[in-house]
């Protein structure tokens, strides 16, 4: 069974600082999807960042990268110049190719002090 | 339409009582998901529909758990004789089909807290 590992339940930023969270999965496939999710408080999950694993290139979006290290398992998401509106709840997600069902990890608090 | 919905926001019940929540894809999205979330935990897989087949159920989804999507497009999610334990943030998301190439990018709407007291 493919599991995923946040082992940061919470961070602090500075504000305009950037904040690294920390994901590790476990999996026996060799096609398949990362995913960070964004959750702030009261508010619908928002899509932050998508990796396909076939990709030896890193997904970067806007302020948002990903340092995807297949062969450790390891996909961290680094946030930029971090903004008030960057709180939130964080959370990792895995999918095979060919598969229906996301597993998440259990998410990192993400705190950015002004 | 802007995105997946979902109604009531907020449900607060009795335990014994049945419980039904609904959800809106996004037009377009053929595939749709229910997930559940307990309070600082990340949601969790309990079933999925491409149009109106529902094709995997989790284990999660105990007997008294039934979902359906009659016609491909909207679906619910009944709860029968809700127990305290059942008390969770219930996410559906949606996702276009596989032929898209994007089939595994779900969309999830803001969810329905349920309460049982």
């Known amino acids: 069974a493919q599991t995923v590992t946040q082992s940061q339940p919470e961070m602090s930023v500075q504000e305009a600082e950037t904040v690294t969270l920390s994901c590790t999965y476990d999996t026996s496939e060799s096609d398949y999807y990362l995913f960070w999710y964004k959750q702030p408080p009261s508010r619908q999950m928002i899509l932050v960042i998508r990796?396909?694993?076939?990709?030896?290139q890193n997904a970067t979006e806007n302020r948002f990268s990903v340092n995807f290290q297949k062969a450790a398992k390891s996909f961290s998401l680094k946030i930029s110049d971090s903004q008030l509106g960057d709180a939130a709840m964080y959370f990792c997600?895995?999918?095979?190719?060919?598969?229906?069902?996301?597993?998440f990890g259990g998410g990192t608090r993400v705190l950015v002090k002004p | 339409d802007t995105g997946v919905s979902q109604n009531p926001r907020h449900k607060i019940t009795k335990r014994g009582q049945n419980v039904t929540f609904r959800c809106d894809p996004i037009?377009?999205?053929?595939?749709l998901y229910w997930y559940r979330q307990t309070l600082g935990q990340g949601p969790e897989f309990l079933t999925y529909f491409q149009n109106e087949a529902q094709l995997e159920k989790s284990r999660l989804l105990s007997d008294r758990f039934s979902a359906e999507r009659p016609k491909g497009s909207f679906s619910t999610l009944e709860i029968q004789r809700t127990e305290q334990g059942d008390s969770a943030m219930y996410l559906c998301?949606?996702?276009?089909?596989?032929?898209?190439?994007?089939?595994?990018?779900?969309?999830f709407g803001p969810g329905t807290r349920l309460t049982v007291l």
């Open positions: 990796q396909e694993a076939y990709k030896q």
């Open positions: 997600a895995y999918i095979v190719a060919a598969g229906n069902k996301l597993t």
């Open positions: 037009s377009e999205h053929n595939r």
């Open positions: 998301a949606s996702s276009l089909g596989y032929r898209s190439g994007r089939a595994n990018e779900q969309f």
